[in-house]
């Protein structure tokens, strides 16, 4: 498995500013993923960030509006930008491990009002 | 495109007995994995269970496990001897194993244990 770590664990952010989530791994991984679990529904992919790469985004997210950083293999960051309440959700990062397994971090929790 | 279903939005079942949640999945492929996560109410994501499409013997762990039938693109989660803290959302994904796929998760089943 793996030890991942999200920072914040939630916040609550007025429309139109911007919050960046921070997701750090214990050990170096190729592949991260971002997903983004409104409420209620199940996960859906934003992007997948490997290092030394620009992210790949899946269709309907684009990067100006979720911009990602994976500066090493430890390492990523989301940022959701001009944030609206159709944005409240939990946000979650994973790595993958052992083949294709993924584990993910505890989630950020984005309330915008 | 690959899909997965869960056909019970909500189940409940009593402590000490045993529940099966269902998935189907819907796919080309021949080779791919299958995985239960679970999601308390801290919402943290936890593996559960992983099947190989390739193998045939049903994949365990402690009071988990699964009845894989490929034939038939069902992968249905059973859960022994029910506990409080088994109360959670349970989520099937399905993942193809060909370069650059990714995960697809069902709706996800909201399953309350009772004592």
């Known amino acids: 498995s793996a030890v991942i770590s999200q920072k914040p664990s939630r916040d609550i952010c007025q429309r139109g500013t911007s919050l960046t989530i921070q997701c750090q791994v214990d050990?170096?991984?190729?592949?991260m993923f971002w997903y983004r679990q409104q409420p209620g529904q199940s996960l859906t992919l934003i992007a997948t960030?490997?290092?030394?790469?620009?992210?790949?985004?899946e269709s309907g997210f684009v990067i100006d509006k979720f911009p990602i950083s994976r500066p090493n293999l430890t390492f990523s960051t989301l940022t959701v930008s001009n944030m609206s309440p159709e944005d409240s959700s939990i946000y979650l990062c994973?790595?993958?491990?052992?083949?294709?397994?993924?584990?993910f971090g505890p989630g950020t929790r984005l309330t915008v009002l | 495109a690959q899909t997965v279903t869960q056909s019970q939005p909500e189940m409940s079942v009593q402590e000490a007995e045993t529940v099966t949640l269902s998935c189907t999945y819907d796919?080309?492929?021949?080779?791919?994995?299958l995985f239960w996560y679970k999601q308390p109410p801290s919402r943290q994501m936890i593996l559960v269970i992983r099947?190989?499409?390739?193998?045939?013997q049903n994949a365990t762990e402690n009071r988990f496990s699964v009845n894989f039938q490929k034939a038939a693109k069902s992968f249905s989660l059973k859960i022994s001897d029910s506990q409080l803290g088994d109360t959670a959302m349970y989520f099937c994904?399905?993942?193809?194993?060909?370069?650059?796929?990714?995960?697809?998760f069902g709706p996800g089943t909201r399953l309350s244990v009772l004592p």
């Open positions: 050990s170096q991984v190729t592949m």
């Open positions: 960030a490997n290092q030394g790469s620009e992210a790949t985004y």
């Open positions: 994904a399905f993942i193809a194993d060909n370069y650059g796929q990714n995960f697809v």
């Open positions: 994973s790595v993958e491990r052992v083949g294709v397994t993924q584990y």
């Open positions: 796919t080309s492929e021949n080779n791919y994995y």
């Open positions: 099947q190989e499409a390739y193998k045939q």
